[in-house]
């Protein structure tokens, strides 16, 4: 795996190189997301954390695997955006497995957790991206356990 890194919150995107690589490099990836992403608040992190790794094992699961990812941040407003490239034009679908079914939920994470996300669509694949944005920058919380912490809930 092999990454390009721009400055924390300056609109360039980061990227990682992941062709070749399978579900068990997921931690790697997400200890480069962390790294690239540490001026984030904690909540904030995990929940870009948990999107991309959704969107990656998506693809290894779905697809021949991804090819490339990309984190863009902005400090204001606060937003990151996920991007992960795959070799496949088939697009992921939101799922709504049964109760007690142990996979099928991935995508129906990563529309609960980000404001908007979609596909688009490139001459050898696609991009599956999502965007994560929070009402004010980091350290401007209104309140303790406000919009800055974790917003995971069970589904």
């Known amino acids: 795996m092999a990454n390009e890194q721009g400055r924390t919150g300056d609109g360039r995107p980061r990227t990682l190189d992941v062709r070749g690589t399978n579900a068990s490099n997921v931690p790697a990836v997400r200890a480069w997301a962390a790294g690239a992403l540490a001026d984030l608040s904690r909540g904030r992190r995990l929940d870009v954390l948990l999107v991309l790794d959704e969107l990656v094992t998506n693809a290894h699961v779905h697809t021949l695997g991804p090819t490339r990812l990309r984190l863009t941040e902005l400090a204001r ?8 490239d795959d070799l496949s034009h088939v697009r992921p679908v939101v799922r709504r497995p ?8 991935g995508m129906q994470l990563v529309d609960r957790l980000a404001e908007a996300w979609g596909v688009h669509d490139n001459p050898d694949g ?5 965007r994560l944005r929070w009402p004010y ?7 303790p356990g406000g919009p800055d912490s974790a917003r ?3 589904l």
């Open 98 to 105: 049964a109760a007690g079914a142990p996979h099928g939920r």
């Open 152 to 154: 995971w809930s069970p």
């Open 77 to 84: 407003p606060c937003l990151v955006i996920v991007e992960a």
């Open 126 to 130: 696609k991009t599956v991206w999502a």
């Open 137 to 143: 920058p980091p350290g401007e919380r209104s309140r």
